[in-house]
């Protein structure tokens, strides 16, 4: 039996109508942009695996750190404990971070860092004896799949089965270009009629509702009401940081500074799985307190996993070279050429670029389901061509490690192009 059947006998993917998916193709290796499954046919992972993998497959200066730590320290309890690999990672990451950033919180995956935020933006006024239980949220936000996460997220077959029995969520319209006013309007309207806890959002771009954008103004004049306001701003930076936007953090083109950060995916190099919730100091202070009840008491037991966090440093040496920021700076080039060339073709309605992240929506008759007919047929043909691109409905997106070679972009945008012709 090949991998892809001994896969089948007892694993259940995420994401997967097992009953009518085709079978996963198993991935016997990588190596930079690159994938080979156990035929040996290349891909090129043009999404880099959900967006974790910047640096390129099997990287070896985080391979070689990841080795290191592993053999020094792999893992120590961090209740109680501390180690020298979560200390530099925490002092390095003040370096980049908004400067009101000032305590970092560790834990598993996005969803995790989400589910800290909220529940820290719950407790902060619980500690000071105010009422205070909405979370406000975007419209077709993605923030995770637990369950705080989930409430929050607004795309809505994620969510379905579980209708009734969120925490309080209200959502207000993303301030895309034109429906800024809607926004800002919606935002004065739930703070005046609901208590506000916290506001949730994808720093300019929302990843999962198929990369769409909205500018930084937008986005300081939201913060800017929500601190008017007394209601804690969360920016989940999960899909946006290290670079993806073509700054560290999306949060770096705005001038207002978020209460807290959510990171992840990058984070690690897209080896091992770690994120952190960032805070500024006056948050901290609320949870500091004689009495222990006042305490965040949420934890994961690898809270902090030396491994990661040694994963992480290497990660974010490689994004503050030279060589990096000069790719960073040479995909978003080479987007801007595609979309001038593509922008115009008589089955594109529009398109987006912000760093190394290109969107483009391909005209349907109706409107194309997130995991439709256009979108199957669009994925299979990236599949058949080599190329890995999940496309949302009928947003065609493209987000590369940045270490993508040239000719391999080219390639993509090629197979792009033909696609057009099969819809
Ligand atoms: C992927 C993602 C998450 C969830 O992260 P997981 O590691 O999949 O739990 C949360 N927020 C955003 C913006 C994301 O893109």
């Not at 933006?121 to 419209?139: D, M």
């Not at 979108?375 to 997106?397: A, D, T, W």
């Amino acid at each position: 039996m090949n991998l892809t059947e001994r896969d089948k006998k007892n694993i259940w993917h995420p994401y997967t109508q097992h009953k009518t998916a085709a079978l996963p193709i198993a991935i016997k290796r990588g190596e930079g942009a690159l994938l080979w499954d156990e035929n040996n046919k290349e891909y090129i992972d043009a999404i880099a695996s959900w967006w974790v993998n910047p640096y390129g497959h099997s990287n070896k200066v985080i391979a070689d750190a990841i080795y290191k730590q592993l053999t020094t320290l792999e893992h120590v309890l961090f209740g109680g404990f501390t180690h020298e690999p979560a200390i530099v990672l925490a002092e390095r990451l003040m370096d980049i971070l908004p400067k009101n950033q000032q305590k970092i919180f560790f834990s598993d995956n996005g969803s995790t860092a989400v589910e800290v935020a909220i529940k820290v933006a719950l407790q902060y006024f619980f500690n000071k004896g105010e009422k205070k239980t909405t979370i406000i949220a975007f419209e077709n936000a993605f923030h995770g799949d637990t369950f705080a996460a989930m409430a929050a997220s607004g795309i809505s077959f994620y969510t379905q089965a579980f209708q009734g029995m969120f925490i309080d969520v209200v959502r207000i319209p993303v301030p895309i270009k034109g429906q800024e006013r809607a926004s800002f309007d919606a935002l004065h309207e739930v703070i005046k009629n609901h208590n506000c806890a916290g506001f949730i959002f994808e720093p300019l771009v929302q990843g999962a509702a198929g990369m769409v954008m909205y500018e930084p103004e937008s986005l300081d004049k939201l913060i800017q009401i929500c601190q008017e306001n007394k209601v804690l701003t969360i920016a989940d930076e999960v899909m946006t940081g290290f670079g993806k936007t073509g700054k560290t953090f999306a949060c770096d083109y705005i001038s207002q500074k978020p209460d807290m950060m959510c990171l992840s995916k990058a984070l690690t190099g897209g080896t091992i799985p770690m994120a952190i919730t960032t805070f500024t100091q006056d948050i901290f202070e609320v949870f500091y307190d004689e009495d222990i009840n006042k305490a965040l008491f949420h934890g994961h037991t690898f809270t902090a996993n030396p491994t990661g966090c040694a994963a992480a440093l290497a990660s974010l040496y490689l994004l503050q070279t030279q060589e990096m920021q000069d790719n960073i700076a040479r995909v978003n080039k080479r987007h801007l050429a595609f979309q001038k060339h593509i922008e115009s073709h008589p089955k594109v309605t529009t398109t987006r670029v912000l760093g190394v992240i290109f969107a483009l929506e391909i005209q349907t008759e109706s409107s194309a389901s997130y995991y439709g007919t256009l979108r199957n047929k669009l994925y299979n043909f990236f599949i058949e061509n080599g190329i890995i691109l999940r496309p949302v409905g009928n947003i065609v997106y493209i987000l590369p490690p940045y270490i993508i070679t040239d000719e391999q972009l080219q390639k993509v945008y090629e197979v792009v192009e033909k696609a057009l012709k099969i819809v």
